[in-house]
């Protein structure tokens, strides 16, 4: 079984640029890609499988989890996230041109369940969720959402990232980050989510220039040693691995290049580009 279809490339921090300081997208809070925002009733599914993402994978391939599938939600960058995150201009999303981003719109919860609910009946051992591609918890209203389908769904399995902060400047970034870490130390083994942070702490994640030397920081592997992903790796959830560090190269927007002298995840490449048509994801 491929872990995904397409192969993840090396990682250039280098190589990556910010938005402009008076780039639109970033004082309206959204996307720089607003025709690829669509309503619930008009996505085909909101979460897709991991076999499309190159980083995430199909299904977990070891430990107990094993042949649980993974699958994922993408949610609008910025329009969802604290603007005090430190990637707020180099966001990856820069980068993901091809995405669908799904807009948390009066239907969304209802269809979310809808969904969830579905594949825990399909997969009853269990299934993995990540959340967020783009975007992250957006209210406290939201995260509860999230509390209530742990209860409900016991093979539901979450992992990923949050730029919220309890000691974020907004109340509300306060509010639902601690509404984070209370679920977490709760039910850790269902919601593994990582503080995105500018320094090292534990259950958090933090994005670098270069390869770190610190004990307490794990590089992610899925960056560097294809074809790694959150399938095969599964550290972010491990409970041996939770007062680490999760370290990731930056990524994000290239500089225009010449021709050829390679974009990393190819959005351009013409057999993505193909199977994301026929799928209905471009
Ligand atoms: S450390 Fe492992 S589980 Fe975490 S993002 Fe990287 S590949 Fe996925």
Redesign the pocket.
């Known amino acids: 079984m491929s872990l995904a279809r397409f192969k993840n490339k090396a990682v250039d921090p280098s190589a990556l640029q910010q938005l402009s300081p008076d780039n639109p997208a970033l004082r309206e809070g959204r996307t720089i890609f607003p025709s690829t925002v669509v309503g619930s009733f008009a996505s085909p599914r909101l979460l897709v499988s991991g076999h499309n993402n190159p980083?995430l994978g199909k299904a977990v391939t070891k430990g107990e989890r094993r042949g649980w599938p993974i699958f994922h939600l993408t949610l609008e960058e910025r329009a969802t996230c604290p603007r005090s995150c430190a990637q707020w201009s180099g966001c990856y999303g820069n980068a993901m041109h091809m995405a669908r981003r799904h807009r948390h719109d009066a239907p969304f919860l209802a269809l979310l369940k809808a969904e969830l609910t579905a594949l825990a009946a399909e997969n009853p051992r269990g299934f993995m969720v990540r959340l967020h591609t783009l975007g992250d918890f957006y209210s406290v209203a939201y995260l509860q959402f999230w509390a209530d389908m742990l209860d409900q769904l016991p093979a539901l399995h979450v992992f990923g990232f949050t730029a919220r902060r309890e000691d974020a400047d907004d109340a509300e970034s306060r509010r639902i980050a601690k509404g984070i870490r209370w679920l977490t130390g709760q039910a850790w083994d269902q919601f593994a989510i990582r503080f995105s942070r500018p320094d090292t702490a534990p259950q958090s994640s933090i994005v670098l220039d270069a390869d770190s030397d610190d004990p307490a920081v794990i590089m992610?592997?899925?960056q560097k040693l294809a074809p790694?992903?959150?399938a095969s790796?599964?550290?972010?959830w491990a409970p041996a691995a939770r007062d680490k560090t999760?370290g990731f190269l930056r990524h994000g927007m290239k500089r225009r290049t010449p021709a050829g002298s390679g974009r990393s995840i190819s959005p351009q490449d013409p057999a993505m580009v193909e199977w994301l048509r026929e799928k209905g994801y471009a």
């Open positions: 980083k992610c592997p899925a790694e992903a959150c790796c599964g550290l972010c999760i």
